[in-house]
């Protein structure tokens, strides 16, 4: 059974930072490649960064391409998304998500396991 955990969001003013953070148990998490979705009210689900399994390889949606980071500790079991210079479209649910694959892709259908969520709201 994956847990995935996430933490770390909150309000903010626009220009402003965060950064997320999501815990995975229970399988190997060394493995498999990793990713961020955002899903703001009334939208679809959408893809924000995803990183492969070892850090090598990230990919980034075009709204967050320099402001975002995607990292990984294989050794604690952790996914980061650094968040900076935040703007008020960016405000949405954030989740976690453990692939099926090694490789850092920005399909939805790649990613089986998925976190609660954790909310980020940006205030203009």
């Known amino acids: 059974q994956v847990q995935l955990v996430e933490s770390g969001g909150g309000l903010v003013q626009a220009g402003g930072s965060l950064r997320l953070s999501c815990k995975a148990s229970?399988?190997?998490?060394?493995?498999?490649?990793m990713g961020w979705f955002r899903q703001a009210p009334g939208k679809e689900r959408e893809f924000v960064a995803a990183?492969?399994?070892?850090?090598?390889?990230?990919v980034y949606a075009d709204p967050v391409k320099g402001r975002f980071t995607i990292s990984r500790d294989n050794a604690e079991s952790a996914v980061y998304l650094q968040m900076n210079n935040l703007k008020p479209e960016d405000t949405a649910a954030y989740y976690c998500?453990?692939?099926?694959?090694?490789?850092?892709?920005?399909?939805?259908?790649?990613?089986?396991?998925w976190g609660q969520g954790t909310q980020v709201t940006v205030s203009s």
């Open positions: 998500a453990r692939s099926i694959s090694a490789f850092a892709q920005n399909i939805p259908g790649a990613y089986r396991w």
């Open positions: 229970g399988r190997t998490f060394s493995d498999v490649a």
């Open positions: 990183i492969s399994w070892t850090g090598d390889s990230t």
